[in-house]
């Protein structure tokens, strides 16, 4: 019989503690976004998961995903 891991726990003082949960944001076309180079900008268009083509203003630029400079508004 097949047991799934349980998720381990930490002491509260260890100094092995756990890293922050990385959560990465779903994006639609249209939708306003911050790049912290850019500045503000429209999605245009999605390739998948994978990457977007972000407009600041002066042309569209091709942002990869997911991109921790890059959070929705």
Known sequence: MATTPR??????SS???AGPEVVHEVYEVG??????????GTIVSLQGTT???????????????????MSAL
């Open 7 to 12: 998720k381990r726990r930490y002491h509260a």
């Open 15 to 17: 100094p092995f503690q």
């Open 31 to 40: 939708a306003r976004v911050s790049h912290d180079t850019y500045g503000m």
């Open 51 to 69: 990457s977007a083509q972000v407009d600041f203003g002066d042309g569209p630029k091709h942002i990869p995903l997911p991109c921790s400079k």
